[in-house]
């Protein structure tokens, strides 16, 4: 058995697990915070995708034990209870999503590649950018658009930001 | 149009919940007390069980027992079926197989569960699985639709002799055949569907809870169709009574057919935790996805399609045989009948059709509905045979279709559809402008001086959805009728609560089912909350599937509304001292026409309510419900248009533009609509290019049992899409509304591979056509 | 996932002892092959250790036209890395186009090769640029590292630390995904140094990532795709499988060759 503190979405949580937990069960079962997704056992759909110390990884390939002492930021800690976060909202305005459960492995995606590439961000570079994450509902056209839509308005944000 | 109301592009309602993390699917579910499954399967694909040792298993860490199928069977435990009669055309009944929750005696199929694990935790209940020692005889497998017809071949099952289920046939073969014998010209094609595995992103999984002092059952369940599940595991598989059964779908995330039917895993675990006093999960991870959830396609059909001197198509002739798997799952059997034969006449005016279809056993997962079910393999059939057809002819294509359009409505095609609406031509022009048709020469040319092959390909397909009026599907076979219910409860406030039996797993039911409202009430549709997936909570319901939830279920809330809507009336005429017939209801607001009296909803609701003054003899409350017939299918028609650049040293194709122009009727959410094309173009892209499951012929091992060799779409293998609508109105529904969830799944297959045959220059490719099937077809060219 | 036990090291000599104490025990990198193997239940190691905390093995130093690039870098930090760029683009390229996204966030080049997999891109540079594998007990020259299918010359409990390099004149690389797993199908590393031109093929052969002799010796004569015009590729020793057989695996390597030339210059 494991003892694995970790700081999630903002709050320093701890607990005991088998050292072959995986961080996603971890996530998912110690911490109750369901919206991280298992949707393949290889490495490739992108639904348990999370923020590891600021960058996007698969929480279904990493184990709790080897996670322990890193940041870490789920779909439920991206934006302040009741809000949504650009990348979110543009979701929901442009309609990428359909059933819901590749979702948070997209946004959370889609928010690591905005906060290392924004500003110039392409049809051709997002979809390569999503490479990692698989959607059987929308067919990417929607995401697509609405990651094309949150990079430029979180780039307009950034903007508006430094000229202030 | 209101904001909010019928064609208004309103933002979903659900969308909060997916994306904060907040959706509740069933593997998010715990209970107290809750413990873990694990199926032990078969690793063989063919396998008598000489016996089953379960001690080392049942003594491992966490375990809290190991259940067969002899203890299940020895409960009473019934067998699963399929629910639609299909009789061969000597009269007989379809063979079905027996088909065990787990199996006894033998196993059928790689992935057969055989045995069921409840432990303390998933891990544990996987390690003491792989513990359990199963005696099995390996048995010859056979995988492939010709192979298991072959004398010789090894059998399935003991009910179904030669491993043929039925042989069936829908038609004229007479005035058929005298088509082909007088026809001027007759095109041949071998057609290959492939097969398909639907991989809603949501693996399937199951939660069953006993409550031994109430002797009552609740099962959490991936379904596409909740009640369905509770009315068969309760008449035929003998679980529970159906006032003791709760069925629960909560959040699904994604079905696409292959979470409609009922499989072994929901019984087995309500069984075990019956059986062990706890609550039981199972969760499938996605190789037991790839194993056991119903497969989709595969058929290998013979066409011949006959024209006269005037290259009008005279007769067309499909002999057909489709791969059922191991066993018959719940409607496998109307797929490749009902819902693909009756197709055959696609957008055409074809004067003799006759199609025949053998079914057959093979050692492989079942087969049933996938996206589309029977329609993409009757249209990938017919518009492969158009395009070669003029091909051979000269013609160009859209013209070739042109002349053989269907342009009258009411339409009898000679394969029992009844077409209502249509306008096929409209779509044909739309997609062909969209597509800049007429440019696409110069852009070969500039494709050829870059050393690319291009090409272009269109599939005008017609469907039919929104499953359909009982009685007709009843004389055809079907155990169930196909009516949606709806129950509309105007509460005390005002707020409003529409039950609906329509399952949303992705579709957006919350929004548009609430936009039908809030257009009708003029009430705000965050008044307004979309209750579905619950037995408990709606009455009665046929669920989500075959592009139905508009046309039947919303027609069904239509019909609560008009009681609803007749009810508030008489409550406001009263009240306003009015004629009933001179209410009118405006902007959330009861109106007598021509005067300044009005009522708001509000106050006519706590009117019905606190029932102080009501009509004389008036019950109290307003809320109604009502079950809708359809009178017809729908016929969903359109136009896809495919260009292509292949790559001929790599033999990849790159799409370079797609098409798309449908005509699904009136539409309730353009935006949702367009999600719901787009979605059914990548999977009929992915059929196209990518995907295949493919079985070793001899072993009977699935080979695609990943995301490793299942090639699924990803976002950089699609384009974004170029989408229009035509609208013919469908006369036979209150909205006019047709269906749209699963025409981009069945006309796009075929344009694409018209359009890389078209750059090839030969039409000798199957799908998917991968690059290694291009280069090689390329190479077979010269 | 079978039970195992965890242990965290902090530096290369403590990894290296307390994999020396366990019976079956692994390195544990990224963990983006062996975590996933794990899962499937494919490897069963009692122990594992964990060297991504171990600050010797992270980081790309390049001085001069020398490279070192610690085992324990991800995909990420390489794709990235302006001095690489400088120096040598090509890798900076294939790094970039490892698995996806998240994948490159955690693999290491170290882990990479250590495993071998006949479909994993850096076998590929590694053999291609003759680069020097160097290990907690000594240096090891590509030509010697790689020996057959998940196969190297690494010894019970050897560590790879660092892969090291001089940067070469011009490199390319080209590969073609596998449409399912996007692993490499064909990937093709080209190089000419000091050492001379050198053309390393992954994803292809039956004994994984092997360097193409008769390329080779074209490319040294005339550096140029033109020059491997007439170069027949074999298709005995090709992987076949449901994807491409060896017929196309084959042809694709050629072309993989060509356009790996196209992107060197």
């Known amino acids: 058995m494991a003892k694995v503190t970790l700081v999630v979405n903002g709050r320093t949580v701890s607990g005991e697990c088998e050292d072959r937990m995986l961080l996603v069960h971890f996530i998912r079962e110690k911490l109750g915070l369901t919206g ?55 979701f929901k305005e442009h309609h990428g999503l359909q059933c819901g459960f590749c979702t948070p492995g997209m946004v959370m995606t889609a928010v690591d590649m905005i906060n290392h590439h924004g500003g110039n961000l392409d049809e051709a570079s997002i979809r390569a950018g999503l490479e990692g994450n698989i959607c059987r509902c929308t067919g990417y056209h929607n995401i697509v658009k609405a990651v094309l839509a949150a990079d430029a308005e979180m780039a307009g944000a950034g903007r508006r930001q430094a000229a202030e | 149009m209101g904001v909010e109301g019928i064609g208004a592009r309103v933002a979903r309602k659900e969308d909060k919940r997916f994306l904060t993390g907040k959706g509740r699917y069933t593997d998010d579910m715990v209970v107290p007390g809750m413990k873990h499954a694990c199926f032990v399967r078969s690793p063989h694909a063919h396998a008598k069980i000489r016996g089953i040792d379960a001690s080392a298993a049942k003594a491992m860490p966490g375990v809290i027992d190991v259940l067969d199928g002899k203890q299940l069977q020895a409960d009473g435990i019934g067998n699963l079926i399929c629910g639609w009669m299909i009789h061969s055309k000597d009269g007989s009944p379809m063979k079905m197989g027996a088909w065990r929750p787990l199996a006894v005696d033998t196993v059928r199929y790689v992935g057969d ?132 059964l709760r069925v629960i779908a909560p959040d699904v995330g994604g079905g696409f057919g292959s979470k409609i039917f009922i499989y072994p895993e929901e019984i087995v675990c309500l069984w075990a935790s019956k059986k062990t006093g706890v609550p039981v999960k199972w969760t499938s991870d996605r190789t037991e996805a790839f194993l056991t959830d119903a497969h989709g396609r595969d058929h290998v059909s013979k066409v011949k399609m006959a024209f006269d001197a005037d290259h009008r198509i005279i007769g067309l002739k499909v002999d057909t045989i489709a791969n059922l798997g ?140 929104g499953l359909a009026p009982s009685s007709a599907v009843g004389s055809l076979g079907a155990g169930v009728g196909l009516w949606e219910s709806a129950e509309v409860r105007v509460n005390a406030v005002g707020t409003i609560e529409v039950f609906t039996g329509s399952h949303s797993h992705g579709q957006g039911h919350e929004t548009t089912f609430a936009q039908v409202v809030a257009d009708r009430l003029g009430v705000p549709i965050d008044s307004i909350n979309i209750v579905h997936g619950d037995t408990d909570k709606v009455q009665m319901g046929m669920g989500t599937y075959g592009s139905r ?187 006019g509304v047709k269906g749209c969830g699963e025409a981009g799944a069945i006309g796009s297959p075929p344009a694409l591979i018209n359009a890389i045959t078209d750059a090839i220059g030969h039409d000798r490719l199957a799908m998917p056509a991968t690059p290694m099937k291009v280069w090689h077809a390329l190479h077979a060219a010269h | 996932m079978y039970a195992t036990d965890y242990h965290r090291a902090s530096s290369v000599q403590e990894a290296v002892n307390l994999l020396s104490s366990r019976p079956v025990g692994k390195y544990l990198a990224g963990g983006m092959t062996l975590i996933a193997t794990m899962k499937q239940r494919l490897a069963a190691p009692s122990d594992l250790v964990d060297l991504r905390h171990i600050p010797d093995l992270k980081g790309i130093a390049v001085e001069g036209r020398k490279v070192r690039i610690g085992a324990a870098t991800p995909h990420s930090d390489v794709a990235g890395s302006a001095a690489l760029q400088a120096v040598c683009p090509a890798i900076c390229h294939l790094a970039g186009r490892i698995g996806d996204p998240h994948v490159r966030h955690m693999g290491t080049i170290g882990g990479s090769i250590a495993n071998n997999d006949p479909a994993a891109d850096y076998p590929a ?104 015009a007439n170069i027949a590729v074999d298709s005995a020793g090709m992987l076949s499988d449901l994807h491409a057989d060896a017929e196309y695996r084959a042809n694709l390597v050629k072309v993989m060759a060509k356009r790996a030339m196209a992107a060197a210059g």
């Not at chain 2, 007759?186 to 569907?193: F, G, K, R, W, Y």
């Not at chain 2, 790559?647 to 353009?670: K, L, R, Y």
């Not at chain 3, 630390?161 to 070469?168: C, G, L, N």
């Not at chain 3, 490499?184 to 001379?196: C, K, L, W």
Request: charged letters at 20%; glycine letters at 8%; one cysteine or more.
């Open chain 2, 326 to 465: 191991a066993y018959m799952s719940l409607f496998s059997s109307c797929v490749p009948t009902y819902l693909y034969a009756t197709l055959l006449s696609g957008q055409y005016d074809i004067p003799a059709i006759h199609a025949n279809v053998r079914t057959v056993y093979t050692n492989t997962a079942p087969v049933d509905a996938y996206r589309g079910a029977g329609r993409p393999e009757a249209t990938y059939l017919l518009e492969r045979t158009m395009e070669i057809a003029a091909r051979e002819l000269g013609m160009s294509p859209a013209e070739l279709r042109r002349k053989n359009f269907i342009r009258s409505f009411p339409h009898q095609t000679p394969v029992i559809m009844n077409y209502d609406a249509g306008d096929y031509e409209a779509s044909l022009n739309a997609a062909m402008q969209a597509a800049d048709w007429s440019g696409f020469a110069e852009r070969r040319a500039q494709s050829e001086a870059r050393g690319r092959k291009r090409g272009i390909g269109m599939s005008c397909y017609i469907e039919a959805c």
């Open chain 1, 36 to 90: 991280t997704h298992v949707g393949c056992d290889t490495t490739q759909c992108g639904a348990c995708v999370v923020h590891m110390d600021g960058r996007s990884v698969k929480s279904c390939s990493i184990l709790a034990v080897q996670a322990s002492g890193s940041t870490v930021t789920t779909i439920e800690g991206l934006a302040p209870q009741g809000e949504l976060h650009p990348v979110q909202a543009a």
């Open chain 3, 125 to 228: 540079v590694v053999l291609g640029l003759g680069a020097t594998v160097v290990t907690d007990r000594r240096s090891i020259p590509a030509d010697d590292f790689f020996t057959g299918l998940f196969e190297t010359a690494l010894e019970e409990g050897e560590m790879i630390t660092a892969v090291t390099f001089e940067a070469p004149e011009k490199a390319g690389y080209a590969k073609f995904d596998n449409p399912a797993s996007r692993f490499a199908m064909a990937g093709v590393f080209v190089s000419r140094g000091a050492d001379g031109v050198r053309v390393a093929v992954t994803g292809a052969g039956a004994d994984g990532v092997f360097r193409h002799n008769g390329m080779e010796a074209a490319l040294a004569s005339s550096w140029s795709s033109d020059a491997l």
């Open chain 2, 549 to 735: 939830s508009g046309a039947v279920g919303m027609s069904a809330v239509v019909k609560a509304l008009d009681k609803v809507e007749a009810k508030a009336k008489k409550i406001a005429a009263h009240l306003m001292e009015a004629d009933e017939s001179d209410i009118v209801v405006e902007n959330g607001e009861l109106k007598v026409a021509g005067t300044d009296k009005t009522l708001p909803w509000p106050q006519v609701a706590l009117a019905a309510y606190t029932a102080h003054n009501l009509p004389s003899g008036m019950e109290p409350g307003l809320k109604e419900s009502a079950f809708y017939d359809p009178s017809n299918f729908t016929f969903p028609a359109g136009c896809y248009i495919a260009e292509v650049e292949v790559d001929p040293e790599t033999g990849e194709t790159d799409i370079v533009q797609f098409v798309a122009a449908d005509d699904f009727g009136n539409i309730i959410n353009p935006m949702i609509v367009e999600g719901q094309v787009h979605g059914g173009l990548a999977q009929g892209i992915g059929q196209a290019l990518l995907e295949g499951v493919h079985y070793d012929p001899e072993t009977g091992q699935l080979l695609t049992a990943s995301y490793m060799d299942y090639t699924m779409p990803r976002a950089d293998d699609l384009p974004s899409f170029k989408l229009s609508h035509q609208n013919t109105p469908c006369p036979n529904n209150p909205l």
């Open chain 2, 113 to 244: 569960a055989v045995a069921i694990v409840v432990a303390d935790s998933a891990v544990e209940a996987r390690d003491a699985a792989e513990a359990v020692e199963v005696d099995y005889e390996e048995l010859p497998a056979v995988t492939e639709v010709l192979a298991t017809l072959e004398p010789g071949a090894p059998q399935l099952h003991p009910e179904a002799p030669g491993n043929l289920i039925f042989d069936w046939q829908l038609g004229d073969p007479e005035a058929t055949d005298r088509a082909i014998a007088s026809a001027a010209h007759v095109t041949e094609v071998d057609i290959v569907n492939n097969r398909l595995s639907p991989n809603a992103m949501e693996p399937r999984a199951t939660l069953g809870i006993y409550d031994a002092a109430e002797d009552h059952y609740t099962c959490y369940t991936t379904s596409q169709n909740p009640h369905v599940a509770r009315l068969v595991m309760s008449a035929f598989y003998n679980v529970a009574p159906e006032n003791k």
